[in-house]
C-alpha cells in the first residue's frame, strides 16, 4: 500500500471535512483538491447543510488570534465576491487554532480585521446551530465526534 504524505494544510482541510460530515444528520462537506493551487480557485471545502449549499476557507494559526490582511484579505474579498455574484449563502472562513480549537465566521458583507480565539471560546456551539441561527461568528464544538487520522 502506498502511504502519500500529505501537506499539513491538507490534513488540516481533511481533518475538517469529516469533522463536518460525521457530526449529525443533513450535514456533508467535502475538501476541493488542489484548492489554493490555481487562480481560479476560489475555497477549500464545500459544505452542504440540507439545501444549503456553503464555501468554506480555512485557515490555521498556532497564535491564539489571526490578523485578515494583505493576501488573505484579497483571496477572502475574491471569494465573497463570487458567492454575492452567483447568488450563493455568505461563505465562511474557519480558523483552526492549533491545539485549542476551531472559530467559524459567516462572511455577509464586510471582512473582518481580527479574530482572537479567547472572544468567541466562552459558549462554543455545534455546527448546526450555527448554520441555522443567525450567528456570525462563534466558536464551534465538535464533541461526540472522532478525529479521523489522515
Not at 105 to 116: M, N, R, T, W
Amino acid at each position: 500500500m502506498i502511504r502519500l504524505k500529505l501537506n499539513r494544510l491538507t490534513r488540516y482541510e481533511i481533518e475538517l471535512a469529516n469533522l463536518i460530515t460525521n457530526s449529525g444528520v443533513g450535514l456533508h462537506c467535502e475538501r476541493i483538491a488542489g484548492s489554493g493551487r490555481r487562480m481560479t480557485s476560489i475555497c477549500d471545502c464545500i459544505l452542504t447543510f440540507f439545501k444549503d449549499t456553503y464555501f468554506i476557507e480555512l485557515k490555521t494559526t498556532k497564535n491564539s488570534f489571526l490578523r485578515i490582511n494583505g493576501k488573505i484579505r484579497i483571496q477572502l474579498q475574491r471569494l465573497m465576491d463570487f458567492c454575492k455574484e452567483n447568488e450563493y449563502n455568505p461563505p465562511i472562513l474557519v480558523i483552526k487554532f492549533l491545539r485549542r480549537g476551531f472559530v467559524f465566521a459567516k462572511l455577509d458583507s464586510e471582512l473582518i480585521k481580527y479574530v482572537d480565539y479567547y472572544d468567541y471560546n466562552k459558549t462554543p456551539i455545534k455546527i448546526r446551530d450555527f448554520l441555522s441561527n443567525g450567528h456570525k461568528i462563534s466558536s464551534v464544538s465538535f464533541e461526540g465526534v472522532e478525529k479521523v487520522r489522515c
